[in-house]
């Protein structure tokens, strides 16, 4: 008997290729942009980007920059880690910054948008003193 993975683990094992994740985020882009532009179309288009990005088509690796690489593998390690206090509160900041941003996008605030990008590069800059050993 040959043991078939659940649909979710192959999703996930899926997800992790080079391949359909860049094809999953520029689904998600494009629905991002179809938020913006109120485009069915657009919608459309990023619905079915996502959905490819749960086939597994056995493509030859794409030459892709070390970022890349490193993001997907930060985004395995961070959901193998345990659920403790920490990770909760990252879930939870990620959630609200998820709707926070749904909203930016629905309401089409190009200041929110400013905003939210500010926020994103102070927070990214943080990151970068506490990695050189700076206390902010």
């Known amino acids: ?6 649909f979710f683990a192959a999703a996930w094992r899926r997800h992790q290729n080079l391949w359909n994740w ?14 913006w532009l109120r485009s069915q179309t657009l919608a459309w288009i990023g ?16 030459t892709h920059p070390a970022w890349l690489l490193r993001l997907i593998r930060a985004e395995v390690v961070w959901v193998n880690k345990p659920w403790d206090r920490r990770k909760r509160l990252e879930a939870f900041v990620a959630g609200l910054a998820s709707v926070v941003a749904l909203g930016i996008f629905w309401t089409g ?16 800059a943080r990151a970068g003193n506490k990695n050189a050993g700076l206390d902010p």
């Open 1 to 6: 008997m040959q043991y078939e993975p659940s």
């Open 22 to 35: 860049s094809a999953q985020a520029l689904g998600l882009g494009l629905l991002c942009l179809a938020l």
């Open 47 to 62: 619905l079915i980007l996502i959905g490819s990005g749960l086939l597994d088509f056995r493509l030859a690796p794409p």
């Open 109 to 124: 605030s190009l200041a929110g948008l400013g905003l939210a990008a500010g926020v994103c590069a102070l927070l990214w």
